[in-house]
């Protein structure tokens, strides 16, 4: 258990369609990151929030979009869908501060694009 | 962005063997992270472990910052220790890097 929790688990979306993918982080941990893992590869980082805003991004396009909330929950949203979007999408919570930041992984959220 | 190098890339060994696990990093990182990703994709963190040498049971990890690199070692594998490892780093707080991973198979 790391005390972050993400929904859907699991979903099945049409090329072109637009999609929304929540995480709930961990109490007390104050940026949330979420990361694509396509099959057989390591987490991509795609974006990071910090106090509601943006704090980096990778390379990803801006049809990726992210909203942080004050409750420390985010959403990755998803514009116009592509097959290759299909992956997992792994979302994590962590805590800025002197002792670094150690990060925690929801069980992800498998998207399926057909 | 930082390059993470990860090796081997597969390694299968009998229940009981010992393992070292390797991660080189193209750049100083200041947060280095160990997980292991069990086959349903849930990626537990195993160490947070910048510099220095930490152990937790039958795993342990140690990082040489200034030559850029970790080590982490698995002993008495068991097959539950099968999955996949990865370590991560980063350097300016906001774009951890994985490596592409190392995944272990474990045999009875």
Redesign the interface.
């Known amino acids: 258990e ?1 005390g972050v929790t993400q929904s859907p688990t699991h979903l099945i979306k049409t090329r072109g369609q637009q999609v929304t993918l929540r995480c709930s982080s961990q109490s007390g941990h104050n ?1 949330v ?1 979420w ?1 694509q ?1 396509a099959l057989g ?5 795609i974006f ?1 929030y ?1 106090r509601e805003e943006e ?2 991004r ?1 390379n990803f396009p801006p049809r990726f979009s992210g909203l942080q909330f004050p409750n420390y929950s985010s959403e990755l949203n998803v514009n116009a869908l592509e097959l290759d979007d299909s992956a ?1 999408y ?1 979302c ?1 919570s962590g805590k ?1 501060g002197a002792g ?6 929801g ?2 959220s ?1 998207l399926t694009v057909v | 962005g930082i390059q993470v190098e990860q090796s081997p890339p597969d390694l299968i060994l009998q229940e009981g063997a010992n393992s070292t696990l390797r991660c080189n990093f193209s750049d100083s990182v200041n947060n280095l992270q160990w997980f292991h990703q069990n086959p349903w994709g849930q990626l537990i963190n195993l160490f947070y472990i910048p510099s220095g040498t930490k152990q937790n049971g039958r795993l342990s990890a140690t990082t040489v910052a200034t030559e850029r690199y970790s080590l982490l070692y698995i002993s008495s594998s068991q097959t539950t220790d099968s999955g996949v490892y990865f370590c991560a780093g980063e350097k300016n707080n906001n774009d951890m890097r994985f490596g592409a991973g190392t995944r272990l198979t474990v045999k009875p």
């Open positions: 790391t940026t990151s990361y893992q590869q390591g987490p991509q980082f990071q910090y704090n980096g990778g997992l792994l994590a800025t670094g930041n150690t990060i925690y992984f069980e992800g498998w």
